[in-house]
């Protein structure tokens, strides 16, 4: 009788921890932590989770990326209410800008992001 009860206790004890888990939402996203815009220079480092470079101070202007994320393949914005404002250089070698909302993650596969500026509004 008391395996029984113990048993009980420990299925009530386990189904309210699943209630109460919090959940993953912006906080992290295939290795990009929360409050970061994360860059993946190649697939590679998109499927394994391995952002390259992250940036998450919000700036009045565009700031050049660095060798770690110039020309990422992949860029993963988990910040919640600040979108990421990036210029990048298409085929044809216009230079370009792109918005990437909170949350949200955009892929470059023929070009070559450039700049970036986190900004604190959330629609694009």
Known sequence: ??????????????????????????????????????????????????????????????QDL??????AKYVRNTREDDRASLRYVDVNGTARYDCLPPNSTRSYTNDIVIEIRIEDRSSC
Request: proline content about 4%.
């Open 1 to 62: 009788m008391k395996r029984t009860a113990l048993g009980v206790a420990t299925a009530a004890l386990f189904a309210a921890s699943l209630m109460t888990a919090p959940t993953a939402s912006a906080y992290s996203y295939n290795g990009c932590q929360y409050p970061r815009v994360c860059f993946y220079l190649t697939a590679a480092n998109w499927n394994n989770a391995a952002p390259t470079a992250a940036y998450q101070d919000i700036t009045s202007g565009y």
């Open 66 to 71: 660095g060798d770690r994320s110039r020309g």
